[in-house]
């Protein structure tokens, strides 16, 4: 639309100068007329013509917003059956049933001593960089000087309260986001079975 417009404004333009120079001259004053009318004809077609590549310019941006988690699973519920809704909700129920806040997030392995002694496993060889800069000879007694680190105990217990904390609240998410599915799951089927009821 926007090509047509342009080629009218030039068709008109162009027929407008040519009506001017054919124009019989009558005296001084109708030539003196006639070019600045010519004049004002070609300053409107190139505002127009100037006007039509600005609004070639504009773009238009749209933001899409993003899907949101919740949303999709939301949707993704309600594109389930009836039957997989109902194995959906069995499976989230034994999941909360097995579920025991009180069992250790870790277990404690004891490795036995001849996977970490060299002298039942030695070590591969190949594995290890060398460093010239390390010094060949070490004295025997080198562990003696090992830097000792020494941290005091209330800092050892905050931080096992504070993992402890933060353990438990993340128990407490897991288990409302299960109870918030199971929830989503009911009201699904409920006005699954609502609009049954009203059909019959």
Known sequence: MSSLVRQSLIAVALLSVAMVETAPVDGGKSTAKSVPKAAAMRKTYAAA?????????NVVVEEIPEADEEDILRE???ELSDDQLAMLADIVQNEIDRYD???EAYDI???PEYITNDAYGPRDRRSVV???YAQEDEPEDADAYE?????PEQVLVEAALEAEAEQEAQDELDELELRERIAEIATI???RATRRMRLI
């Open 49 to 57: 013509n100037k006007a039509l590549r600005r609004g070639k310019r």
């Open 101 to 103: 806040p009180t069992a």
């Open 189 to 191: 089927l409920n006005e």
């Open 147 to 151: 830097e000792v680190v020494f941290v």
């Open 130 to 132: 060398y460093d010239p």
């Open 76 to 78: 993704q519920l309600s």
């Open 109 to 111: 392995v004891e490795i």
